[in-house]
């Protein structure tokens, strides 16, 4: 190695402009780093910007799902609703100064390490091409909606379509409406709906637990450490409760059996309420929370349906018990592509290596940001890095101001190429795996943190707080790195370099 007395600012491309990428860019201009923020759509906002289906909300306190960095002290209620989320978003990104730096209608289609430069080199579907010395996809897993492929499905002549991409030309007055799916995203749904349908019947696969959500509006607006007071309530009464799931399941048994009493005195049918009562362990799947799901379930023309899908007719649904389900509008809610992480994008690292063959077992990556051949790349919101019971935008800052101080440390020792050792990868993820093996999450349910091999690739294992102190400082002696060196920038603004030698 050799020292390089050049200071260089990095030159970082941000994928992706919702709540991880905006963390990620503010961060990384924090640092010193020319950032470029790119979004595939025409304006940020990530999953609030598509989740518009009516009844969306937060299932997680306003204070607490919102970022330290940008407090917002007049949330309207306790679980702010899409609409208030999504406009925070674009609040944040004027206030802390990313405007600038973002560039809309940009679909990131391949992402290939050049060993020569020591960059990446980025094409997009509009034809631009651009490079960047560190890249940081900020996609998230709730990107690319899942929608099963069912016999007859193009058959159907009424309108189709799945919770994420919400058709709002769809009038629903007097249309009977099948809803594929009960998820958290169907509980909000059902009841939002259900007075303006004819009819609607809910194909479930399996119950989950639906806790009341204890929402309420706020009659005025917090001071600025009345709300940062409300979010430390808020993280630390998720962190208590925590080890329950990742350590503990024999733990939930009280919450159980308090449910089961619970739902004798919420539905009344004992027909329905077996229908509603699940047979998983509590926090297997998503803890949902809703205050309508239930008595919605207990109208007349709302309808559930325990069963699976055979095929779809032109004007209705016919289940796998023979049931036909007449339809003018299907809406699926029957979640996202989740395994399927940098999901349509075409990421080459090291000597051309195709990241979809180093994720070809089970997508997983050191502390959730780096894998081992891919020189610069850092993920937000990647394996593992799901809080079993908290805020996810925690776990977001905390990997912006990780990979920040990356961008520092290129700063100060000039530009580098660095990617996590196969060792260190390994070792944290037979970590992962070992300690999610005493999780309620495979204890046998059918969830999307499980892969199809059993492999827990989506939560974090453990306390928030602990994800905290891993990712407080970097140990170097966990990646390979090379002083990328003789850094010169032409006139057209490409940086022509030498790649010497990976070391430790």
């Known amino acids: 190695m050799y020292k390089v007395s050049m200071k260089m600012v990095p030159r970082v491309a941000v994928i992706g402009a919702g709540f991880g990428g905006v963390a990620a860019a503010h961060s990384l201009q924090q640092s ?37 960095f940008a407090p917002k002290e007049d949330w309207t ?54 490079r960047c010395d560190i890249l940081v996809p900020a996609l998230g897993q709730m990107s690319t909606p899942h929608t099963p492929a069912i016999p007859g499905a193009v058959t159907f002549a009424g309108a189709t379509f799945h919770s994420a991409r919400w058709d709002h030309s769809v009038d629903l007055a007097g249309k009977r409406v099948v809803v594929i799916g009960s998820g958290a995203s169907i509980v909000q749904i059902v009841p939002a709906i259900a007075d303006a349908a004819a009819s609607v019947s809910v194909i479930q696969r399996s119950p989950g637990y639906v806790l009341e959500k204890g929402d309420h509006p706020y009659q005025r607006a917090r001071s600025r450490i009345g709300a940062r007071l409300r979010r430390w309530r808020d993280y630390i009464g998720k962190e208590v409760r925590t080890p329950r799931l990742v350590r503990f399941p024999k733990l939930v048994r009280p919450v159980e059996r308090q449910f089961r009493r619970d739902i004798e005195q919420w539905v009344r049918d004992p027909e329905l309420r077996a229908k509603v009562t699940p047979a998983d362990r509590f926090g297997c799947k998503r803890i949902l929370v809703s205050n309508d799901w239930y008595p919605t379930l207990q109208r007349d023309d709302v309808h559930l349906v325990n069963a699976g899908i055979a095929a779809i007719e032109p004007d209705a649904v016919v289940t796998t018990e ?80 990780y990979i920040a101080r990356i961008a520092r440390a290129w700063r100060r020792r ?46 974090w ?42 070391s430790r």
Not at 51 to 64: E, K, M, Q, R
Not at 357 to 378: C, H, K, Q, R, T
Not at 431 to 444: N, Y
Request: include cysteine.
């Open 77 to 130: 209620r306790r679980f702010a609703p899409q609409a208030e989320i999504r406009q925070y978003i674009e609040d944040t990104v004027d206030a802390v100064g990313l405007r600038s730096a973002l560039r809309t209608n940009q679909t990131l289609i391949s992402a290939t390490w050049d060993d020569v430069d020591g960059s990446w080199l980025l094409r997009f579907a509009s034809g631009l091409e651009d």
């Open 414 to 459: 000039g530009p580098l190429a660095m990617d996590p050792t196969p060792e260190a990868t390994g070792r944290f993820v037979a970590d992962m795996k070992r300690r999610s093996a005493r999780s309620v999450w495979v204890t046998g349910c059918a969830n999307w943190y499980v892969d199809d091999t059993g492999v827990n690739t989506q939560n």
């Open 322 to 401: 023979g049931q036909r389900l007449p339809a003018d509008v299907i809406v699926y809610g029957t979640g996202f592509r989740t395994q399927a992480f940098l999901s349509g994008i075409d990421v080459r690292g090291r000597g051309g290596r195709p990241l979809a063959d180093a994720w070809a077992e089970n997508p997983s990556a050191y502390l959730g940001m780096g894998v081992p051949d891919f020189p610069n790349l850092f993920l937000v919101y990647g394996p593992n890095t799901n809080p079993a019971w908290n805020s996810v935008l925690v776990f977001l800052e905390w990997q912006a101001q």
């Open 461 to 502: 294992p453990g306390l928030a707080t602990a994800y905290w102190l891993l990712t407080r400082r970097i140990a170097w002696r966990d990646y390979c790195i090379a002083r990328v060196a003789d850094a010169t920038r032409a006139s057209d603004g490409v940086t022509k370099r030498q790649v010497p030698t990976v």
């Open 32 to 68: 010193g780093a020319v950032v470029t923020l790119y979004e595939r759509a025409d304006r940020v906002g990530g999953v609030w910007r598509d989740n518009d289906y009516p009844g969306a909300a937060c299932d997680v306190p306003s204070h607490l799902y919102s970022f330290s």
